[in-house]
């Protein structure tokens, strides 16, 4: 099992529509994660931190599963400027510094 | 500060040369991280620098890769006898110590390497 995996994509929404992808992880004492926002081409951005249940920030909604481990991002009344892809990010199980990143979920607002 | 620079932006090497990349971080950062990414796939660690100091490399880093952060300030990456296998966006990124658990990284826009 990888240590961090995705929802396959990719995800073709209506704009307006609400969209939710899961990621699950494999380390069990992971505290923090996060999801990225990748535009074609260019590098990664930081979308949201998730520590304990859940954050929320405007239209966006990630929640935390620690009985489950996942994640999970919610995206409501998308809009075309979500098209991306979104990189779910944990910490590995043996290593304090690095991050492990989940091949993402490419999105698409139609 | 205008964040991570990453110089150059796009590197096109014959297979076998020796390429180098440089990453600024940003000035009040102490944590350097480099990873790779190719396409479809998210980024891969590939070493990590506490000031000076190389604390953490992955398996993926051959002995062909080599990374150094002379004064805790800029780093380079470079990469001997490239091969075709390393073509690849090459990314930088900074945080604070303890930082990147609570606000994560902050990426530079990436060399993109094509070895042909």
């Known amino acids: 099992r990888k240590e961090v995996e995705q929802d396959p994509g990719p995800f073709n929404v209506p704009e307006g529509a609400t969209v939710a992808f899961n990621c699950t992880y494999s380390?069990?004492?992971?505290?923090?994660f996060f999801w990225y926002r990748q535009d074609c081409r260019k590098e990664p951005k930081l979308l949201m931190s998730?520590?304990?249940?859940?954050n929320e920030d405007g239209r966006f909604t990630a929640q935390l599963n620690r009985a489950s481990q996942y994640i999970s991002l919610l995206i409501r009344d998308s809009k075309l400027s979500d098209s991306a892809t979104y990189l779910c990010?944990?910490?590995?199980?043996?290593?304090?510094?690095?991050?492990?990143w989940g091949a993402g979920t490419k999105l698409f607002i139609k | 500060d205008t964040g991570v620079s990453q110089n150059p932006r796009h590197k096109i090497t014959k297979r076998g040369q020796n390429v180098t990349f440089r990453c600024d971080p940003i000035?009040?950062?102490?944590?350097l991280y480099w990873y790779r990414q190719t396409l479809g796939q998210g980024p891969e660690f590939l070493t990590y620098?506490?000031?000076?100091?190389?604390?953490?490399k992955s398996r993926l880093l051959s002995d062909r890769f080599s990374a150094e952060r002379p004064k805790g300030s800029f780093s380079t990456l470079e990469i001997q006898r490239t091969e075709q296998g390393d073509s690849a966006m090459y990314l930088c990124?900074?945080?604070?110590?303890?930082?990147?658990?609570?606000?994560?990284?902050?990426f530079g826009s990436g060399t993109r390497l094509t070895v042909v």
């Open positions: 990124a900074s945080s604070l110590a303890g930082g990147f658990a609570n606000y994560g990284y902050t």
């Open positions: 000035s009040e950062h102490n944590r």
């Open positions: 620098f506490q000031n000076e100091a190389q604390l953490e």
């Open positions: 380390n069990s004492a992971s505290q923090s």
């Open positions: 998730v520590y304990s249940s859940g």
């Open positions: 990010v944990a910490p590995p199980l043996d290593s304090n510094y690095q991050l492990i």
